[in-house]
């Protein structure tokens, strides 16, 4: 299996352009698409749970989101045949397989929020005393 990783990998450069690896990268850090896809970690969703766990996105940006992910390969759409019509999303073996990562950055991100924002508010402090007085 490492094998055809660094096959697959070896001439990939995410500061390269035109490689399309920097779609990927971007599109894991997209802060929709990243929810998401922690959302459906536990199985399969519907549309309207999604919605509930994410918050504030509009239904037509998570059908963009899920649109995309789907064509990525990372979630897959089932549609059950019923009244009224019920769609599920669940996540791909592909789409598992970015939930570590997401856990490792997600745990990060909470863990070193309170130094980011004392940070912002030390930046925010500095430039005001700088500014001439007018």
Known sequence: MDTVLTAATAGADIMDPQCPSRVVFQRIG????????????????????????????????????????????????TVYAQVPPRVDYELTGLGLSLLRPLSVLREWAESNVPSILDARDAYDDAREAALPEG
């Open 30 to 77: 997209d802060k929709w698409a990243s929810l998401v896809v922690q959302v459906l970690a536990n199985g399969p969703v519907r549309f309207s749970e999604l919605r509930q766990h994410v918050h504030v996105i509009t239904p037509k940006v998570l059908t963009q989101t899920l649109r995309t992910l789907e064509r990525d390969g990372l979630v897959t759409r």
